[in-house]
């Protein structure tokens, strides 16, 4: 099963995300007519004065609209990172968190939530302190003046812990009523307060992290063969290593910062991507962008529909994700493994 | 005759143990050299300080008479390619997107490999006779296959100097004498030379009797013991000296007028 031999996929995969945050439009508790959308559509870009009632313009452009491209933003940052690591560290079973993003960035919103109790606050000490969890696993791993895979794994295992102890003891100081809930809340994910201002101040980072990624893609295959190997093929380990655990960092703590912790995406969504289009990173990196976009979308329109409250997306990611990843698995015989 | 690589009196040490002592030869266009010696003597240790991957602690290597230290992975890697002795699988490329890897050096840090690498990586696959097998995933192939295909890797790297380490271990009686045909076929049609550590003194003998210029480095106890044309250095007294067996070499012609010379082992000594 080439990739080669199948351009139709790379068409449908270019055009999913873009359906689907429009067909993410028109799917919601308040119910909007295509036309309407079409109309408010057609006015916001070419700015003309809209006709459309206010409530509908609020709930499609000012509601479903930044929540929906959010969330393909955010998607496609935890798989693409997710992928970047895989290669990196030569193991399919690595994920976007492998070297503490998460943990540092979900500390950091708990520090925030206890400290300030404001929106800005937890964006800035998720992504803050998801960077330093980062850059700490990597002085971990240079405690012999270079960085073999292993010590970095070794550095993110560490500071992982480290950050989760450190969640933990936030939400046993929090105050119950009202801290707590707020943390427990974060650390399971959403996109309910999605904003254009999210999109653009989270959006930098994880824009910078994923066209970083996208350029180096190839250099990933020959970096996942090994730090001897990359070295005698022509390769600067230590700078290229660098670069895609920049670029992986920045996209992840970008996405992480805004949404909390979304587990499962960048884990399995890069298999998925491996099932469709095969293992070379030239193709599977940005396939695994776009994959994980129309995922998280799809998976937050059913967290916002499903049911009366909201169900939290880093649940649902594995509830849904779970068993198509089982009817792949079971369709394309595990894709070589 | 150009040297490609001098190695120059070269130690290395680990904490707490020399592992190379004053090591030094030099490698020469068109030819085959390669290193015996018991496990743990030093071999993998030279060939990786060769390849700029680990720094020795005394003396120094040249390249084409530039010195090896400080020299860029990109620079080093057109100068010479590497078959590893264990290469761990870890997802299942394609046998064409492996043999693309050995284009890394010409290309830049944000490129894709171009339709002329692309062809390059062909012509390689297609000088070990692998072609056929280019878009399978390298996770299914046999062990000679894979072998094959680390080899029309590192010719896509096009570089005057192969190093291989121990590159027929683990394979069967064919694929043994397939890699060393290839290597064979490699010197005398590309004038490449290759520089392989190896545990099987007859492969020294076979390159001799193929007619290539072949020279074998003995090494024990991390130094040079010997060196020089195999039918000079490897007799039945170095071969109980390095290895500490009893040897005897046969010599004999075949039908077709080829000579055969090789090393029987006998049996260990012990002393």
Request: glycine content about 6%; hydrophobic content about 40%.
């Given at each position: 099963m080439s990739f080669t031999k199948r351009p139709g996929i790379i068409f449908i995969l270019i055009a999913a995300p873009v359906i689907m945050i429009l067909i993410s439009l028109l799917i919601g508790r308040y119910p909007v007519d295509i036309e309407t959308i079409i109309h408010i559509l057609w006015c916001r870009i070419t700015m003309q004065p809209c006709n459309a009632e206010d409530i509908y313009q609020t709930v499609v452009w000012d509601i479903r609209l930044p929540r929906a491209v959010l969330g393909a933003m955010v998607g496609g940052s935890l798989a693409i990172s997710g992928a970047a690591f895989q290669g990196l560290f030569r193991n399919?079973?690595?994920?976007?968190?492998?070297?503490g993003v998460s943990s540092g960035a979900g500390f950091g919103a708990a520090l925030a939530i206890i400290l300030f109790h404001q929106v800005a606050a937890t964006y800035i000490f998720a992504f803050g302190f998801g960077i330093l969890a980062v850059i700490l696993s990597y002085l971990i791993s240079r405690v012999y003046n270079a960085t073999p895979t292993i010590m970095l794994v070794l550095g993110g295992v560490i500071v992982s812990s480290v950050f989760s102890a450190l969640i933990s003891l936030a939400k046993y100081l929090a105050?119950?009523?009202?801290e707590l809930p707020a943390i427990v809340f974060w650390l399971m994910g959403s996109?309910?307060?999605?904003?254009y201002s999210d999109i653009i101040t989270a959006g930098i980072p994880m824009l910078i992290g994923t066209a970083g990624l996208i350029l180096i893609r190839w250099r990933i295959n020959v970096l996942s063969m090994g730090d001897r190997e990359a070295h005698t093929l022509g390769i600067n380990t230590g700078l290229n290593k660098g670069i895609v655990i920049a670029c992986a960092t920045l996209a992840t703590a970008g996405a992480v910062c805004v949404s909390g912790i979304i587990g499962w995406v960048g884990l399995v969504i890069p298999h998925i991507g491996r099932m469709l289009v095969g293992n070379d990173n030239k193709i599977l990196i940005p396939v695994s962008f776009l994959l994980g976009a129309v995922f998280l979308v799809i998976v937050d329109d059913i967290g916002r529909n499903l049911t009366g409250a909201e169900i939290p997306l880093g649940i649902l990611t594995a509830l849904v994700g779970g068993p198509f990843f089982v009817y792949l698995l079971k369709k394309t015989k595990g894709g070589g493994w | 005759m150009n040297s490609l690589i001098e190695v120059q009196e070269v130690s290395f040490k680990y904490p707490g143990a020399?592992?190379?002592?004053?090591i030094e030869f030099t490698i020469n266009q068109g030819e085959v050299f390669c290193l015996l010696g018991p496990?743990?003597?030093g071999k993998t240790t030279l060939l990786d300080c060769i390849l700029g991957w680990l720094k020795p602690c005394a003396g120094q290597i040249m390249l084409n008479g530039n010195a090896?230290?400080?020299?860029?992975a990109r620079k080093i890697a057109k100068h010479m390619a590497y078959v590893p002795q264990i290469h761990e699988k870890t997802f299942p490329y394609l046998v064409r997107d492996i043999v693309l890897m050995g284009r890394a050096s010409y290309m830049g840090t944000f490129k894709v490999p171009s339709a002329e690498d692309i062809k390059i990586a062909e012509n390689a696959l297609d000088t070990v006779g692998m072609?056929?097998?280019?878009?399978?995933?390298?996770?299914?192939?046999s062990g000679g296959e894979g072998q094959l295909v680390m080899v029309a890797r590192a010719l896509a790297q096009n570089t005057p100097l192969i190093i291989m380490d121990?590159?027929?271990?683990?394979?069967d009686y064919k694929h043994e004498l397939v890699i060393l045909e290839t290597i064979v076929e490699l010197i005398k049609n590309s004038r490449l030379s290759v520089l392989m550590a190896t545990h099987i003194p007859n492969h020294c003998y076979y390159f001799e009797n193929q007619g290539i210029s072949t020279r074998a480095a003995l090494i024990k106890d991390h130094r040079i013991m010997a060196l020089g044309k195999p039918s000079e250095v490897l007799t039945e007294q170095t071969m109980g000296e390095l290895y500490n067996i009893k040897t005897h070499i046969i010599e004999c012609s075949l039908d077709e007028g080829e000579q055969l010379k090789q090393v029987l082992p006998v049996r260990t000594l012990n002393n």
């Open positions: 399919p079973l690595v994920s976007s968190g492998i070297l105050d119950p009523m009202d996109l309910a307060s999605a904003r | 020399l592992v190379l002592d004053k496990n743990g003597c090896l230290t400080g020299m860029s072609l056929k097998l280019k878009e399978r995933p390298y996770t299914q192939l121990e590159p027929t271990a683990h394979l």
